[in-house]
C-alpha cells in the first residue's frame, strides 16, 4: 500500500473552506467530515483534512499559529502541465483565494505558482519536467 498524507489544517469557517477547496479541485470524504472536521481529498495519497480551532487544539498543547501573519508551513502539489498549473491558480483566485503570494517561478523544467487560502495557508503548484530536471542536475553536478 502507497503512503497517505493527510495535511491537518486549522480553519476559522469549516464551510467557507470546504467550498473553497472544492472550487480548487478537492472532493470531500463524507466518511471523515462532521460538523468539525472535513477530509478533502486531491488524490488517492493526498489528503487533507480542514479542522475547526476547537478541534485542532484537540490534537497539539501548542498555540494555533496565525497563518496570515507568520508562515506555519508550506505545502507543494504537483499538476501535469504548466497549462493545469495555470488553471488551479485561476481557480483558487475564483474561489477567494489570493494568487500568487510569492514570486512565480519558471526554470524551463520547472514551473510553478503559488495560492493562498481565506485562512492564510500557502499552497505552491508545480509542474516539471522530470527528464529536462535530471539532465539540468546532472549538467550541474559535473560543471
Request: a negative charge; hydrophobic letters at 45%; aromatic letters at 10%.
Given at each position: 500500500m ?5 495535511v491537518?489544517?486549522p ?7 470546504v467550498a473553497?477547496?472544492?472550487a480548487?479541485?478537492?472532493?470531500k ?27 485542532f487544539?484537540?490534537f497539539t498543547?501548542?498555540?494555533?499559529a496565525?497563518?496570515?501573519a507568520?508562515?506555519?508551513?508550506l505545502?507543494?502539489?504537483?499538476e ?54 535530471t ?5 550541474m553536478a559535473?560543471?
Amino acid at each position: 500500500m502507497s503512503k497517505l498524507i493527510f495535511v491537518n489544517l486549522p480553519v476559522a469557517d469549516l464551510d467557507r473552506a470546504v467550498a473553497f477547496y472544492e472550487a480548487v479541485g478537492a472532493v470531500k470524504n463524507e466518511q471523515f467530515t462532521d460538523h468539525t472536521a472535513a477530509c478533502m481529498v486531491f488524490s488517492e495519497t493526498i489528503h487533507v483534512m480542514l479542522l475547526t480551532h476547537d478541534k485542532f487544539r484537540q490534537f497539539t498543547p501548542k498555540p494555533i499559529a496565525d497563518s496570515k501573519a507568520a508562515t506555519e508551513v508550506l505545502i507543494c502539489m504537483s499538476e501535469e502541465s504548466r497549462e493545469a498549473v495555470d488553471a488551479t491558480l485561476a481557480k483558487a483566485g475564483a474561489a477567494g483565494g489570493r494568487i500568487d503570494p510569492g514570486p512565480k517561478q519558471d526554470y524551463g523544467f520547472m514551473y510553478g505558482r503559488s495560492f493562498e487560502d481565506p485562512d492564510g495557508h500557502i499552497f505552491e503548484v508545480m509542474w516539471m519536467d522530470v527528464a529536462a530536471a535530471t539532465q539540468a542536475a546532472g549538467e550541474m553536478a559535473t560543471a
